[in-house]
């Protein structure tokens, strides 16, 4: 029994789905009403000075070095948002997302953990909890199972071999997977690369191929890598091209897949899924402008595959943790502390960043390396949860959130 969500009607749903790639993973819970909320984890820890700069710092300059972003107005340079922060480039619907009042930006923000562990931090930021693997289950799924009576009285289903940890629990969920057939691994899609790196015609192909879903200008990007000066260079730069086409293919067809459940008048209520390659230890500059671009069109499509239902929703959009503030030797970033989130939707309460800024003056870094954390991402989750959804306080003291009374819900976030 599905109440209200026919087996018919779902079949038609995720029939309208199908054919997407096999990496990010979705799951759903049928509450009923009208309002929606989405939680998307970016898993490898995003480097929020790079999505969200303090351009206005006047230490970011010389701090970021040659990941330094150039100012509003200049060539490449940030989206503004204010005198003090702005959005990478790659983030143009995020911007008129805040211009238009539907976009939250909390920055120096991190859950309570505060080592460098992926996998650790991942599970704080899923679970809830104070510490790595202190409870078995997600935060959303018992936040669902705290909503009032009659909203939370609609059993889900499971139909994906995984559910996001966030996600899992008692309450009964809805998962999904776009495909049934297993992705190829970055580590063939390399080989391949490698084994076409001196054939141009092969080579281009490939790229060509595995870029070919994109909607962005995976070309522009295709003919950079055919004139890099040596076949490794090439190489290189087609896998590079080819595994920003795979995640943006991905990562467009889960959201736009996620709206079609969620547009539904009777669909579930909320959804969670996870996109990888956020983890940027080498040769992040171009990397992450390919992935931010990849997210934000991404975003756009969820908007638009929603359509009035967006006026309904709430995405929050988290990552396990920040990075360095400075560059490593690689030009990339290594593992660090706070970070930035995002929270847009047409429910949202927004054109702002929310931020009690640290500095990025030396003194004032975290352990003298990462921007320092000063607000907690569960006041965020709890005053989104609260607004937006109803879930009662005590709740989200007691079970959802537990040993977090010191972080207080966020207030104002959502729309009266």
């Not at 006047?58 to 972003?69: K, M």
């Not at 992926?118 to 679970?127: C, I, K, P, S, W």
């Not at 595995?210 to 070309?219: R, T």
């Not at 959201?255 to 080498?282: E, K, M, Q, S």
Request: charged letters at 20%; a neutral charge.
């Amino acid at each position: 029994m599905m109440n209200g969500w026919d087996r018919r009607a779902f079949l038609a749903a995720a029939s309208a789905a199908a054919g997407a790639l096999a990496m990010p993973r979705v799951a759903f819970a049928g509450t009923g009403g009208d309002r929606r909320f989405v939680f998307v984890v970016l898993r490898g820890a995003l480097d929020g000075l790079a999505a969200v700069p303090a351009y206005g710092d006047p230490h970011y300059a010389a701090l970021r070095s040659d990941l330094a972003l150039p100012p509003p107005g200049a060539s490449g340079g940030v989206l503004a948002l204010d005198d003090l922060f702005g959005l990478h480039p790659s983030l143009e619907f995020l911007a008129e997302c805040h211009a238009a009042g539907e976009l939250c930006v909390a920055h120096a923000v991190a859950t309570p953990y505060r080592e460098r562990s992926h996998f650790d931090a991942q599970n704080v930021l899923e679970t809830g909890a104070a510490r790595p693997y202190a409870l078995p289950d997600g935060w959303l799924n018992r936040a669902l199972g705290a909503l009032p009576l009659g909203r939370a009285s609609s059993p889900g289903v499971a139909l994906g071999p995984d559910v996001p940890l966030v996600m899992r629990g008692a309450t009964p969920v809805i998962s999904w997977s776009p495909s049934r057939l297993p992705p190829v691994d970055d580590d063939t899609l390399d080989r391949l690369s490698d084994l076409y790196a001196h054939d141009d015609v092969l080579g281009r192909r490939l790229a060509d191929a595995l870029s070919a879903e994109s909607a962005l200008p995976v070309e522009a990007a295709s003919e950079s890598a055919m004139q890099a000066p040596s076949a490794r260079d090439r190489g290189a730069r087609r896998r590079r091209v080819a595994s920003n086409g795979r995640a943006r293919a991905a990562s467009g067809e889960i959201i736009r897949a996620a709206a079609g459940f969620l547009a539904r008048n009777d669909g579930p209520v909320a959804a969670a899924l996870d996109i990888g390659g956020w983890d940027t230890h080498a040769n992040e500059r171009g990397a992450l402008r390919l992935r931010l671009a990849a997210l934000d069109a991404a975003l756009r499509s969820f908007k638009t595959a929603l359509g009035t239902t967006w006026q309904h929703t709430v995405v929050v959009v988290a990552t396990e943790f920040g990075r360095t503030a400075a560059a490593n030797g690689t030009g990339g970033t290594d593992h660090g502390t706070a970070g930035a989130a995002f929270v847009l939707g047409g429910a949202v309460q927004g054109g702002r960043v929310i931020a009690d800024w640290p500095g990025l003056a030396a003194r004032d870094l975290y352990e003298g390396r990462d921007l320092r954390p000063t607000l907690d991402l569960r006041s965020v989750l709890k005053g989104v949860l609260g607004e937006h959804l109803g879930v009662p306080a005590a709740a989200l003291e007691r079970s959802v959130f537990p040993e977090s009374r010191a972080a207080a819900p966020l207030d104002g976030l959502v729309k009266a």
